[in-house]
T-cell receptor, first 113, second 112 residues
Framework: GAVVSQHPSRVICKSGTSVKIECRSLDFQATTMFWYRQFPKQSLMLMATSNEGSKATYEQGVEKDKFLINHASLTLSTLTVTSAHPEDSSFYIC?????????FGSGTRLTVV | DAKTTQPPSMDCAEGRAANLPCNHSTISGNEYVYWYRQIHSQGPQYIIHGLKNNETNEMASLIITEDRKSSTLILPHATLRDTAVYYCIVRVIMEYGNKLVFGAGTILRVKS
C-alpha cells in the first residue's frame, strides 16, 4: 500500500531557531499533501493544504509566515517552523492524497526548549 | 469545523464486535465518510470509507444510514490491539480540493 515517510520523528530545538520537517510519498505521487498539528490528548488540527507547484492554503488562525510550507515535487512537502517558541511544541503529522486515499506519516514530535 | 460527532469513549470485550457510532447530520450529498484510527503517538491509520453504500474490507465494515446522517463502524472481532482512538471524518469539498477535518474521536478500549 501507499507509504508516507516523515522525518525526523523527534526533534528538540532552542527557542528562536527554525526546524524543517519533511514528508515524502514513497511509492506514489501526491499532488496534494496536508499538515496537521496535534497537542496532547487532543485531535488532529489541520494547519494547511499543500498543492504541488503552488502556494499552500492555510486554515484560519494558522500563521503563514511562521509555518512555511513548500511542495516542490510530487513526492516531497516540507514544513518549516520558523522562530520556534515553546508553545510550538507539538506532534506534527503530514498526509498525502493518493486519488482519494489519504495516507498519514508517522509524525514528528517537536520540543522547543 | 468538524462535521461529525462521536461518543468520547467506549469499552468492548475482546472477541466481541465493536460498534462505533458517528453522527454527520450536515453531510452533503457528495461528501464521503472516512474512518481512521490512531494508536498513541503514531500517525492515523486508514480503516475504511464510503459514500452511501455499506462497505466491508479485511479490517471492518461501514454501515451508512439511508439518509446518510449517521454511520457505524463495526470491528467484527475486537482484539486488544484494536484499542485506539477512532475518528469518523467527513471529507470536506473545497474549491481548491478536498480535505479531512478530524473531530474529537472515540477512545475504544478493548478489554480481556
Amino acid at each position: 500500500g501507499a507509504v508516507v515517510s516523515q522525518h525526523p520523528s523527534r526533534v528538540i530545538c532552542k527557542s528562536g531557531t527554525s526546524v524543517k520537517i519533511e514528508c515524502r510519498s514513497l511509492d506514489f505521487q501526491a499532488t496534494t499533501m496536508f499538515w496537521y498539528r496535534q497537542f496532547p490528548k487532543q485531535s488532529l488540527m489541520l494547519m494547511a493544504t499543500s498543492n504541488e507547484g503552488s502556494k499552500a492554503t492555510y486554515e484560519q488562525g494558522v500563521e503563514k509566515d511562521k509555518f512555511l510550507i513548500n511542495h516542490a515535487s510530487l513526492t516531497l512537502s516540507t514544513l518549516t517552523v520558523t522562530s520556534a517558541h515553546p508553545e510550538d511544541s507539538s506532534f506534527y503529522i503530514c498526509s498525502a492524497d493518493s486519488l482519494g486515499s489519504y495516507t498519514f506519516g508517522s509524525g514528528t514530535r517537536l520540543t522547543v526548549v | 469545523d468538524a462535521k461529525t460527532t462521536q461518543p468520547p469513549s467506549m469499552d468492548c470485550a475482546e472477541g466481541r464486535a465493536a460498534n462505533l457510532p458517528c453522527n454527520h447530520s450536515t453531510i452533503s450529498g457528495n461528501e464521503y465518510v472516512y474512518w481512521y484510527r490512531q494508536i498513541h503517538s503514531q500517525g492515523p491509520q486508514y480503516i475504511i470509507h464510503g459514500l452511501k453504500n455499506n462497505e466491508t474490507n479485511e479490517m471492518a465494515s461501514l454501515i451508512i444510514t439511508e439518509d446518510r446522517k449517521s454511520s457505524t463502524l463495526i470491528l467484527p472481532h475486537a482484539t486488544l490491539r484494536d484499542t485506539a482512538v477512532y475518528y469518523c471524518i467527513v471529507r470536506v469539498i473545497m474549491e481548491y480540493g478536498n480535505k479531512l477535518v478530524f473531530g474529537a474521536g472515540t477512545i475504544l478500549r478493548v478489554k480481556s
